[in-house]
């Protein structure tokens, strides 16, 4: 095989690029590791598979087969995937409003959810769609994880008071929670306190140690010895041994499209929580990651974890941190862990029979708490209250709506924001930089200095049909706002590398209400797909050869030549550009410069040569 085909083989499966180069010197440091994700991933999938309304042994059919995929497709070394809290609230949210939690039916929705939302992201993938993650801004993705963790958070508060939990949005939850703390069961109240508080001291005290795996088995022992379940306190039961084998999901076409919206929101929440630290961890590492290609590793876990009858799976933050932390170097710590995590499902699920469910929502509380980033809210409050407002707005809508509609909102809520500024008119004002021929925003300190009677303005983003209004209304505004006469506009449209037919038809505009004022329109640095449209539209027959210029110093030079007489200003450009000008001819001839652009400035000089004539300078 060529080296190219073995590239191209790597790119579509990565294993291929770090498995062949392991060396079983490795093993010991990535059995670590592998032995860390586990002591991290049992406690809190089986937690988060009850947060998705399934059963606990729902997190040993899922975690190894998306551990498995993801290791062989993804291109992050470090990554973790696992059952997230987010992806498991968005679970039960989708599959809620479906069937009745709990039942053969929920179950295998959350099954189909999972494989529909792996289909998705492959296929995003495949279509190479992988910057779709940017058009969810991080600011509104701070406000809705904030609040989908308050919407975890107020579920999982019953189960430590020994409460029925009710319904409804996060506002309605919590009112049904403060009108019963009377009903409080107090030995629940205990083993969930106590669980809180083993948690968190361990954190501070020994944050090496797998806390939640160290609360999961004292608090299953302690209920087992001391019979408390016997005594009201909920325990999780028992798990059946085993794995489950793949199985195609028992769902109808009309299923599929109602769980079509929660799928969507799972792929795309999944893709953007986990390719920030994707970057993060190959940045550190110095290698890159593939937007695209993580999306299809993301996908095919989900696909697996469903396919398997398990439910969605994410990005673990905390695990892949942890793994990083233990010294991976590829995917291999992955694969142990899902060879460990499948005998444990295989050996040991019996002896998680009298685990309170308190201690499992205790564990849940404590890593949600991580999420609600009150830090980041702060920050985006003091420096820009639009991503502020943002935030709150996706917040807001997670409680009021509940998860999904939350979701739908923040999205609609980011693609408006995008939209709105794509529309904003942002132009900058060019001056010269004294002694120089170079043009700069006019905002600059010092101040470039303004051509007098030329008004220079560049659309800092290109011009299409969103923003195409408003930029000339913008243009026209710095026209009559200006203190002095304005006797021509010279466009810089550098930036506009894609003209499309509104934004050709607004310049047509622009030249006949300039032309209504006697101001001339001139165009600099158009870009050839640009310069195409203008033809074929026929904006370049309205405007005319010489007001399309090469670059902003020619229609500069262009303007000065037809008038009849120069001010200070323009009389020092004059004497800068003869200068700087001869200095730029003789590099152009005594190096390899393009011989056009030499011929270019040659013209140019001349040009200047001949303004500089034995005229004073007006006052």
């Not at 609040?147 to 506002?171: D, H, R, T």
């Amino acid at each position: 095989m060529s080296e190219h085909a073995q590239r191209q083989t790597s790119r579509f499966l990565p294993f291929l690029s770090w498995l062949p180069a392991w060396r079983p010197s490795s093993l010991k440091r990535d059995l670590v590791a592998a032995l860390t994700i586990t002591a991290l991933q049992i406690p809190e999938a089986m937690a988060y598979a009850e947060l998705a309304g399934v059963p606990p042994q729902a997190a040993f059919y899922a975690g190894p087969v998306a551990l498995v995929l993801y290791a062989l497709l993804g291109t992050s070394r470090q990554l973790v995937v696992a059952i997230s809290a987010t992806v498991a609230v968005l679970s039960a949210s989708t599959v809620a409003s479906l069937a009745q939690t709990g039942t053969a039916r929920f179950i295998a929705l959350t099954a189909a959810l999972a494989m529909l939302a792996g289909v998705i992201s492959i296929l995003a993938g495949v279509l190479k769609l992988g910057r779709i993650a940017q058009f969810f801004s991080e600011s509104l993705l701070t406000g809705f994880v904030f609040g989908l963790a308050l919407v975890i958070a107020i579920k999982q508060v019953p189960k430590l008071l020994g409460l029925e939990a009710g319904g409804g949005n996060f506002f309605e939850r919590l009112w049904h929670l403060v009108t019963h703390l009377p009903q409080t069961h107090p030995l629940t109240l205990v083993v969930g306190v106590a669980s809180l508080g083993l948690l968190l001291a361990l954190g501070r005290w020994v944050p090496k140690l797998p806390a939640s795996l160290v609360v999961l088995v004292l608090g299953t022992a302690c209920i087992g010895l001391l019979g408390l379940q016997g005594h009201g306190v909920k325990v999780v039961g028992n798990i059946p041994s085993g794995l489950s084998g793949p199985a195609i999901p028992d769902v109808g076409l009309k299923d599929l499209l109602g769980l079509l919206p929660g799928a969507c929101g799972i792929a795309l929440v999944t893709f953007a929580e986990a390719i920030g630290p994707a970057r993060v961890l190959a940045s550190k590492h110095r290698y890159e990651v593939d937007a695209n290609q993580e999306l299809i590793g993301l996908g095919a876990a989900n696909l697996g974890a469903g396919l398997f009858r398990g439910l969605s799976v994410g990005c673990s933050l905390s695990k892949s941190a942890a793994n990083d932390a233990a010294g991976a170097r590829t995917q291999m710590p992955s694969l142990l862990a899902a060879a460990l995590l499948a005998l444990v499902a295989l050996f040991f699920t019996p002896l998680f029979r009298t685990l309170p469910e308190a201690t499992l929502a205790a564990i849940v509380v404590l890593a949600t708490a991580g999420m609600m980033n009150v830090k980041e809210m702060r920050r985006l409050f003091t420096l820009r209250r639009t991503d502020f407002l943002l935030a709150m707005g996706a917040l807001l809508s997670v409680l009021v709506l509940d998860v999904l509609p939350g979701l739908l909102v923040s999205v609609g809520l980011s693609v408006a924001f995008l939209v709105w500024r794509a529309s904003q008119p942002r132009l900058s004002e060019l001056g010269r930089v004294p002694g120089t021929l170079d043009f700069a925003d006019v905002r600059r300190n010092p101040a470039p200095v303004r051509v007098p009677g030329l008004l220079i303005l560049r659309p800092n983003e290109g011009i299409f049909f969103a923003n195409a209004t408003a930029l000339r209304d913008a243009v026209i505004a710095h026209v009559d706002q200006s203190s002095a006469p304005v006797h021509t506009v010279l466009l810089d449209l550098e930036v506009t590398a894609d003209l499309d037919v509104p934004g050709a038809d607004m310049l047509g505009e622009l030249k006949e209400s300039l032309d209504q004022r006697d101001i001339t329109l001139m165009l600099s640095r158009v870009l050839t797909p640009t310069r195409a449209l203008l033809d074929r539209t026929g904006v370049t027959d309205r405007l005319g050869a010489k007001d399309l210029q090469p670059q902003t110093l020619n229609g500069v030079i262009e303007y000065l030549t037809r008038r009849a007489d120069h001010s200070k200003e323009e009389w020092a450009l004059i004497r800068d550009g003869l200068h700087r000008l001869g200095e730029l001819v003789d590099e152009a001839r005594d190096s390899s410069e393009d011989e056009a652009e030499r011929r270019r400035l040659e013209e140019l000089r001349r040009t200047l040569a001949r303004l500089d004539t034995t005229h004073e300078p007006l006052e």
